[in-house]
């Protein structure tokens, strides 16, 4: 089992990755001192395949747990939703050392860890990922949030997990299309960080749609340590950690505008090949980087291209981006494989010719 530290002085937790690492939940009661009341918060697919054996591991380890099971989906990322599992915490009288776990994707992770950062000011919240996507991104660092009818994660807190459990086995259940959104994430830390890492994604796609375990547990620890090291630098954000937000600016963008038909990662592959646009065009990357960026993104079967709604809704959504200051956007570029900037100061001209390239006819 590889483990990956987050070191956030009294915040700091490990990420355990491998098989075998849901084992730990035995150790948590006693190592971190909890109540016996456990909240157990996942979807229905992921409940329907790992809920039981989550819950016999937290009850062996001296736990009454509770389940609350919600809609698959990013519609379940919000205040009601979150409100009805306040109504369930208060009901089974959770304390504040009962632990909320989040079993499931993004979506389950980022609606429990909103729950948990808010519901008495904070419970202990322990992230148990089963997409690649949370995976290799949404449970490390912290951003907890639900969303709002204007915006994406518009409403939500840096609220650090206690532990990461983390098992590839269970991609093993993960549909195809469920795997690419995670393999963008993935992608987007080799581009920003890791060129090496880049490299072996561009090298080993076989054994990456094989699901070849042993290389799945490098590959996530290897982006979670990227992760990782961003956070312990700027864990709110206000500097470095804004690199983690390549290809979302145009990402979130085309989630909002396409009412969700895109997934996150294939809305954050967009989003990438725009920024790479960008970047091209103001003189930072070369075409060369541009192709490359193109070529890894078809190989693992993501879109660049947005079809579904227009050049101005995009437009529209992007000035809403929540990284903009003063209504300028902080648009993360790229300078070649593995290196990134932040600049707020590109030419609109610029950013339409990007938008009209990415834009497909209905
Ligand atoms: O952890 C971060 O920081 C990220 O930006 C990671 C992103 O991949 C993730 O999608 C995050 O939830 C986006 O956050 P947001 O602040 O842009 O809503
Ligand atoms: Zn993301």
Same mark, same amino acid.
């Given at each position: 089992?590889?483990?990956v530290?987050v070191? @956030?002085?009294?915040?700091?937790?490990?990420?355990?990755?491998?098989?075998?690492?849901?084992?730990?939940?035995?150790?948590?009661?006693?190592?971190?001192?909890?109540?016996?009341? $456990?909240?157990?918060?996942?979807?229905?697919?992921v409940?329907?395949?790992?809920?039981?054996?989550?819950?016999?591991?937290?009850?062996?380890?001296?736990?009454? #747990?509770? /389940?609350?099971?919600?809609?698959?989906?990013? =519609?379940?990322?919000?205040?009601s939703? *979150?409100? =009805?599992?306040?109504?369930?915490?208060?009901?089974?009288? @959770?304390?504040r050392?009962?632990?909320? #776990?989040?079993?499931?994707?993004?979506? +389950?992770?980022?609606?429990?860890?909103?729950?948990?950062?808010?519901?008495?000011?904070?419970?202990?919240?322990?992230?148990?990922?089963?997409?690649?996507?949370?995976?290799?991104?949404?449970?490390?660092?912290g951003? #907890?949030?639900?969303?709002?009818?204007?915006?994406?994660?518009?409403?939500?807190?840096?609220?650090?997990?206690?532990?990461?459990?983390i098992?590839?086995?269970?991609?093993?259940?993960?549909?195809?299309? =469920?795997?690419?959104t995670?393999?963008?994430?993935?992608?987007?830390?080799?581009?920003?960080?890791?060129?090496?890492?880049? $490299?072996?994604?561009?090298?080993?796609?076989?054994? #990456?749609?094989?699901? &070849?375990?042993?290389?799945?547990?490098r590959?996530?620890?290897?982006?979670?340590?990227?992760?990782?090291?961003v956070?312990?630098? &700027? =864990?709110?954000?206000?500097?470095?950690?804004?690199?983690?937000?390549?290809?979302?600016?145009?990402?979130?963008?085309?989630?909002?505008?396409?009412?969700?038909?895109?997934?996150?990662?294939?809305?954050?592959? /967009?989003?990438?090949?725009?920024?790479?646009?960008?970047?091209?065009?103001?003189?930072?990357c070369?075409?060369?980087?541009?192709?490359?960026?193109?070529? /890894?993104?078809?190989?693992?079967?993501?879109? @660049?291209?947005?079809?579904?709604?227009?050049?101005?809704?995009? *437009?529209?959504?992007?000035?809403? &981006?929540?990284? $903009?200051?003063n209504?300028?956007?902080?648009?993360?570029?790229?300078?070649?494989?593995?290196?990134v900037?932040?600049?707020? &100061?590109?030419?609109?001209? /610029? +950013? @339409?010719? $990007?938008?009209?390239?990415?834009?497909?006819?209905?």
């Open positions: 089992m590889v483990q530290k070191e @956030l002085g009294c915040d700091s937790y490990t990420i355990y990755v491998g098989s075998g690492s849901l084992l730990l939940l035995n150790e948590l009661k006693t190592s971190m001192r909890l109540s016996s009341t $456990a909240l157990l918060i996942t979807d229905e697919t409940g329907a395949l790992y809920g039981e054996q989550v819950v016999q591991m937290l009850e062996q380890a001296g736990f009454q #747990v509770q /389940i609350k099971t919600i809609v698959p989906g990013e =519609e379940s990322k919000s205040l939703a *979150a409100e =009805e599992i306040y109504t369930k915490a208060i009901a089974m009288r @959770l304390d050392l009962s632990p909320i #776990v989040a079993l499931g994707g993004g979506v +389950v992770g980022d609606l429990a860890g909103f729950v948990a950062a808010t519901y008495m000011r904070g419970v202990p919240f322990i992230q148990i990922p089963t997409s690649l996507l949370a995976q290799v991104d949404s449970s490390v660092g951003k #907890v949030a639900v969303n709002h009818p204007l915006g994406k994660n518009m409403i939500g807190a840096f609220y650090q997990p206690k532990m990461v459990l098992d590839p086995a269970m991609l093993d259940s993960l549909p195809e299309r =469920e795997l690419a995670g393999l963008a994430e993935l992608i987007k830390h080799g581009l920003i960080r890791d060129s090496r890492l880049f $490299a072996e994604l561009e090298q080993d796609y076989a054994a #990456v749609w094989q699901k &070849d375990k042993a290389l799945f547990t590959l996530i620890s290897r982006s979670c340590r990227i992760k990782a090291d956070v312990q630098q &700027d =864990e709110k954000e206000t500097d470095v950690r804004m690199i983690l937000n390549f290809g979302h600016t145009i990402g979130h963008a085309v989630e909002k505008a396409t009412n969700f038909a895109y997934s996150h990662g294939e809305a954050v592959a /967009i989003g990438m090949y725009g920024a790479a646009l960008i970047s091209r065009d103001v003189g930072l070369s075409q060369q980087t541009v192709e490359q960026v193109c070529g /890894i993104l078809q190989k693992y079967r993501l879109p @660049l291209q947005v079809r579904g709604c227009t050049a101005g809704q995009l *437009a529209a959504y992007l000035l809403r &981006d929540k990284k $903009a200051i209504g300028k956007i902080n648009w993360v570029l790229l300078t070649g494989i593995g290196s900037v932040v600049r707020n &100061d590109i030419p609109e001209q /610029i +950013v @339409l010719s $990007a938008i009209a390239q990415i834009i497909l006819e209905p």
